[in-house]
């Protein structure tokens, strides 16, 4: 059957001057049409084409070009199918497809017609975009490293204290059901949530026996000085204001700022109760390790007065599950 048998030739001059490649099959997938531009596109002249098989069809994916082809001929018309296809030369290339049935005089489905873009270039750019970001975030992921262990290098007793806070921070946000931007954005701020301890002297942080008032106090200014230090880095989350916030208390007893209830960033939250549990059950130079039970007991004891309740219980919820912070 040809193109004018099935009335195409009132169209022919338009087909012919599109800036698209055009062509069309018959149901066993012989070429009936085959436009200028899919001369250009492809390689092949009409001549090479008209009457055999499409020839772009690359070698082992007869079987998806059938199913699709299937689909057509079934009175399915789809757009901006992306594929790999083949040129004369051999070589491959990506296109975005459209395609619908193709009538003949009666209405009946004798073939389907493609309308085809090179897609090429905007994919070789998304592929470099790609490796772009992967790269950034490589580069970031190092830098949140070399934060997380300035700190460890001046405070040895809490050396690991940051990342296990994190894995359970980002573990309780999964138990509550966030997105995993707002979870990588809970795990990063808490990766470095003790940055303000760069601003405390070291013998200090490392001091056995109980503290002192005036040392409590300078420990205190932590959150703050961490908030000065992030403050100045563009992140995707608010990581400085989640840092500052992370000993404040829904009661309003926490410090900096005494913030209370949900003037406290539901990530701040999240981190609260994740740092208070692993700092109860983890040595201090100042006391031995209590272990888990008593952490677990406190944020019980104070759940919805100075912990989120729901915070609170996803944690509870992950240690039943069997969670450790190790």
Same mark, same amino acid.
């Given at each position: ?7 195409? &030739? ?55 070009? %059938? ?100 894995? =359970? ?35 200090? =942080? ?15 200014? &932590? ?26 208390? %829904? ?14 960033? =539901? ?16 040595? %201090? ?19 919805? %007065? ?21």
């Amino acid at each position: 059957m040809t193109a004018e048998q099935i009335g195409l &030739h009132p169209l022919w001059s338009l087909v012919q001057g599109s800036p698209l490649a055009i062509f069309a099959v018959d149901r066993q997938a012989s070429v009936l049409v085959w436009n200028q531009a899919a001369e250009r596109l492809f390689g092949w002249n009409e001549q090479e084409v008209i009457g055999h098989k499409n020839p772009i069809v690359p070698e082992g994916q007869g079987e998806e070009f %059938r199913q699709l082809r299937d689909r057509a001929l079934a009175g399915e018309i789809y757009t901006g199918k992306e594929l790999r296809v083949r040129k004369k030369d051999c070589s491959l290339i990506d296109i975005s497809v459209s395609t619908a049935p193709l009538r003949d005089k009666s209405g009946v489905i004798v073939g389907l017609m493609a309308v085809v873009a090179d897609v090429s270039e905007r994919k070789r750019m998304e592929e470099a975009l790609r490796e772009s970001l992967q790269k950034s975030r490589r580069l970031f992921d190092e830098m949140i490293h070399a934060l997380a262990s300035a700190v460890e290098k001046r405070d040895p007793y809490t050396a690991g204290h940051q990342q296990r806070v994190a894995r =359970l921070a980002s573990a309780i946000a999964g138990e509550m059901g966030l997105s995993v931007e707002q979870i990588n954005g809970i795990h990063t701020a808490a990766s470095v949530h003790d940055i303000g301890k760069l601003s405390v002297p070291a013998e200090i =942080l490392s001091k056995p026996g109980q503290l002192s008032a005036i040392e409590m106090d300078l420990i205190k200014t &932590h959150s703050q000085a961490g908030y000065e230090i992030l403050a100045g880095i563009e992140f995707p989350w608010p990581i400085a204001r989640i840092v500052q916030q992370h000993h404040e208390r %829904r009661d309003g007893t926490g410090y900096p700022s005494g913030l209370a209830d949900d003037a406290i960033l =539901l990530e701040a939250r999240i981190l609260t109760v994740a740092d208070v549990v692993e700092a109860m059950s983890s040595y %201090r130079p100042y006391r031995p390790a209590n272990g888990i039970t008593p952490a677990l007991e406190e944020i019980k004891e104070y759940r919805g %007065r100075r912990y989120d309740p729901e915070v609170v219980d996803a944690c509870l919820v992950l240690f039943n599950k069997g969670f450790t912070l190790e």
